[in-house]
């Protein structure tokens, strides 16, 4: 049995070791998009690169004769995940889509929805002036004509242009504590947090450290996963499934 893990996240790691750990007669191949310039490597085997689209992905998915496709990228590949279920559906192999539940407001939690970069753009100037910029190195386009304001952005590789005029580039990889993220907010002075709906536990301090400091948060909401692929919270969730779709699928003997 062949298992494609499309992935990039912390959740596909450790779905592959699972695989690796309990099952190691599997074939598991891992892709990556390699938008990350060191990234952490899973067991098995890897790929870098794209497919070339949704045919490109079934033409791979044949030829490598795959058994089950898992969609372990993260929340905001919105284009893979629609790429992966299209290919599916062409070559009639199962996808599974592993996405990490999203934040929730909690008590005193000033958040302000928006459902793209752009509309997050739009709200910034009513809300602050110094803004703490958590939505990776892609995207900061909609960001660049905010010359009023002033950017702290974080993402784990330099950001490249366009971008806000004024900024500092902050190079960090999560998870990230609790009292680093109190520091971050009270060193710069950020008034105003923009992040995107990831969810997990690896990034949520800052969302715990700009509730107590008063900070109101812009949540960019992630796009759906297509209609019609099943969802697990999770790689172990995803790692049982695989296994007893496999157990299933072994011949009887007497």
Known sequence: ???????????????????????????????????????????????????????GLAGWLRAERVDALVDATHPFAR?????????????????????????????????HDAASPAQAAALLPAL?????????????????ELDGLWFLVRSVDAPEPPHPRHMEVLLARGPFALDGERELLRR??????????????ATAPK?????????????????????????????EEAARRLLGSLHDAEPVTS
Do not use: Q, Y
């Open 1 to 55: 049995m062949h298992v494609l893990i499309l992935g990039g996240t912390t959740e596909a790691r450790r779905l592959a070791e699972i695989l690796a750990a309990e099952a190691p007669h599997l074939r598991v191949t891992t892709s990556l998009a390699g938008r990350v310039a060191a990234p952490r490597l899973p067991p098995g085997e890897v790929r870098t690169g794209g497919f070339g689209g949704a045919g």
């Open 79 to 111: 284009t893979i995940g629609f790429h992966a279920a299209e290919a599916a559906a062409t070559t009639h192999v199962p996808l599974l889509a592993v996405r990490r539940p999203g934040w929730v407001p909690g008590r005193g939690d000033v958040w």
């Open 128 to 144: 602050g002036r110094r803004v703490f910029l958590t939505t990776g190195r892609t995207g900061l386009a909609d960001f660049a």
């Open 188 to 201: 710069h002075r950020i008034d105003v947090l923009v992040t995107k709906d990831s969810g997990g536990e």
């Open 207 to 235: 969302l715990t450290a700009a509730r107590e400091a008063g900070v109101p948060v812009v949540m960019i909401r992630r796009p759906p996963v297509p209609e019609g692929v099943p969802v697990v919270p999770g790689p």
